[in-house]
């Protein structure tokens, strides 16, 4: 089993033509050859305290914040954003105007307020969309309110938006492009900076808090690695993710997407379900993974299982055989918001809650354990 954990190591990092050919991850690790393994190793205390440096130098004194993003863009701060109860701090993810309105309702001052943009393409529709709505409210003021995150090839692309010489920061602390979105937490600015962010600008206290992290990881990856090779043989990849009740709630999306993107779609008879419970509960269904870290504050505890989960995909993801790093049908849905026109917006269907009822109804099938709706504004 060890072996496994030599593999992944040794393709985290390279360039995938570097690989070995008989290392698995070769074949698994890479979307269309780009490198998507720079989560495998914790960055050096030094990377993170310089990143985060930068940003407090583009940030200043101000004291009020909003994340703007989508999927895994957003759901890493989201979920550390949950857990601290500040009110001072929020995350944007909906084109709903009244979660636009609600946002700038809870603003003491939105000029004295960061606005950060997170997309790793720099192109990304809805992050535009929103981030455009407060360049506009902000007016002449609006270059001295913005920190977007990015990957560094793509600084070019948000010139090209209509960004120019707006302050922007790569995404990855060593400035590279090799994380996925749903891979970016606990590693990255988008889980970092919040974290640094409701630790009321204490970089001594982050030190802290990712020394007791990286102490743990040993113990997390080998955990990891047992358990998704006891789950192996199971025709379903149905999990329940064990999370403390503080923190049920804030991993909920984060989690579904990591499983859901990762291992969902991409093997033929391999269903992939995904819940996130505060419990331990026996299920026929669903199989418990959990990570319990004895020491370190909830904040450790959050770092450890999300890389803990990132690790068991990776592992479950060798054993069967799947490449679990790139997200096709997420791209073509990324292809169709891009060249989406305002009048085909409006074609959309418009249905109420009965029709909407009477028409779930003709999906339900006897056999059916349960039903899942995506509501998407």
Excluded at 50 to 79: D, H, P, Y
Excluded at 156 to 180: E, H, M, T, Y
Excluded at 328 to 333: G, L, N
């Amino acid at each position: 089993m060890e072996k496994i954990v030599e593999y992944l190591l040794a393709a985290a990092g390279k360039d995938r033509s570097k690989v070995d050919p008989c290392n698995p991850f070769r074949n698994i690790g890479f979307d269309d050859g780009k490198e998507r393994l720079g989560w495998v190793n914790a960055p050096s205390w030094d990377k993170v305290k310089q990143a985060l440096s930068a940003c407090l130098n583009i940030i200043g004194k101000r004291k009020e914040f909003v994340f703007i993003g989508m999927g895994g863009s957003i759901n890493g701060a989201k979920t550390v954003v949950s857990l601290s109860g500040k009110t001072n701090i929020h995350c944007l993810d909906s084109l709903d105007p009244a979660a636009f309105d609600n946002v700038v309702a809870g603003l003491a001052s939105l000029k004295k307020t960061v606005i950060i943009p997170i997309s790793k393409s720099g192109t990304t529709k809805e992050t535009q969309l929103l981030a455009g709505l407060f360049k506009t409210a902000l007016g002449s003021d609006a270059r001295s309110c913005f920190l977007w995150l990015t990957d560094p090839d793509s600084f070019s692309k948000l010139d090209a938006q209509g960004w120019s010489k707006f302050p922007r920061l790569p995404i990855q602390v060593d400035k590279k492009n090799d994380i996925g979105g749903r891979f970016s937490s606990p590693h990255t600015l988008i889980f970092l900076l919040p974290l640094l962010l409701i630790l009321d600008k204490r970089l001594n206290r982050l030190k802290e808090i990712y020394g007791q992290y990286c102490v743990i990881r040993g113990k997390m990856v080998k955990t990891a690695l047992a358990d998704a090779g006891e789950n192996r043989s199971y025709s379903r990849a149905y999990f329940s993710v064990f999370a403390p009740a503080w923190g049920t709630d804030g991993l909920r999306t984060w989690a579904t997407q990591l499983f859901q993107e990762s291992l969902g779609s991409k093997k033929r008879n391999l269903a992939v379900k995904t819940l996130v419970v505060n419990r331990n509960k026996k299920d026929d269904l669903f199989h418990l993974l959990a990570f319990r870290a004895k020491t370190g504050s909830p904040l450790v505890k959050l770092m450890s299982i999300m890389a803990y989960l990132q690790y068991f995909v990776a592992f479950y993801a060798y054993f069967r055989k799947i490449n679990f790093v790139n997200q096709p049908s997420v791209e073509k849905y990324k292809d169709t918001m891009r060249n989406l026109s305002l009048n085909e917006l409006k074609k959309i269907e418009s249905i109420g809650e009965k029709g909407l009822i009477a028409r779930l109804k003709t999906k339900v099938k006897a056999n059916h354990k349960f039903i899942e709706i995506v509501l998407y504004f």
